[in-house]
């Protein structure tokens, strides 16, 4: 290919604050009769008067510090205005030219993209729209509004356009994805549409992306609609292709909105792209401005757990684990804590995450005490000398050559199936020492 892919994302999530975030209602709205948690304000009655939620204020600051950003002292919400119907104020309430945080950087963790950073332009903090549905009442077809999301805390995440590739981007969504739940601030879920994707992208030619890019595309094409990583990946990769079209022409594509139909596998035209200007954005009159101290905000950074690429490398080096076992324990904090406090009461954190890895063990279903004593026992259980085991080791290695193939050639995977065919034959689950027999004779 002779055009390189610029890319950038704006990500909004919606935070699972109990409450709105100007009004006392209740947030949640997936799955809720339609405008039961509203209010004058959340439907943007005359004379109803915003406060902002502090949980929600100091979530951001969360967020954007665990995303290397530095937190503003002074920020503020301001108004952008546009006209829609899911919109009952006629703005929304956002932040302009000062949000929460400002210039982060983040390493993706992914193997392919190591050491490729990120730059993190800005994280603020905003109000969700109503939902539109449109649908057939009494045979006519009309849009209704449900203003149960009106109002939801959202944050907006906006990356510098650093992305060269969609492997880099969909490494940076599962990473940004993994730390939000991480920081128990939002499900960060697709399907719900409480984590949802804009990216924006343009080609430039090989030789002006090489080093240090002097001038960005004169262009750039924002995608809508995306609500899957997935449907992330094609509708850039449709992008890709009918941009490259429209440059090898020697035109420049249009600058606008389009939105992603997954159906029939393309992107389709949906505005131009507003400027700034047009939305009039002024500092919203009815919420003070915001100051924090710095004692504020490093209370807020001393909130942040450990996260998952700090914790990986943490497994790596206190338990002497892979990076790829480290990485599947630390994909969730849920699993993480669940195998740390197992380690603990065990003693030999490499056969526990053994154990968790292989058995699939799940962890919302059990006690770690339970596991340990499901470990133990089967110790106690096993009736067959190391002699024993070995001939019939060699008999599953003799029967399953293409695995034990497998195995050498380093999918590692497999050998959770060997370990169940040696199970099947013991009649238990094999043993620590028995396990390892097993390693070293297919090693
Ligand atoms: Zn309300
Ligand atoms: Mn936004």
Known sequence: MKFQPIIGLEVHVELATKSKMFCGCSAEHFGVTPNTHTCPVCLGLPGALPVPNKKAVEWTMMLGLALGCTVNHDSKFDRKNYFYPDLAKGYQISQYDEPLCVNGEFSLSS????????????????????????????????????????????????????????????????????????????QADMEKGSMRLEPSISLTEMQNAKGKMQNLPPYRVELKNINSFRFARHALEFEIKRQTQILEKGGTPVQQTRGWNETKGQTMAQREKEEANDYRYFPEPDIPPMHFTELQIEECRSQIPELPAAKKLRFMKAYALSEYDSNLLAETRGVAEYFETAAKLHGNPKEIANWIINNKINTSATVPAELVEKIVKSKKVSTFSLEEVGKIIDKIILDNPKIVADYKSGKVQVLGFLIGLLAKSLGHAPTQEQRELLERKIT
């Open 111 to 186: 193997n392919e993209s190591k050491s490729k950073k990120i730059r993190i332009r800005r994280v603020h903090l905003e109000e969700d729209t109503g939902k539109l549905q449109h649908s057939l009442v009494n045979g006519e077809e009309v849009s209704l509004v449900d203003f149960n999301r009106s109002g939801v805390p959202l944050v907006e995440i906006v990356t510098e356009p650093d992305f060269r590739s969609i492997d880099e981007v969909d490494a940076y969504l599962k990473d940004l994805q993994k730390i939000i739940r991480y920081l128990g601030i939002s």
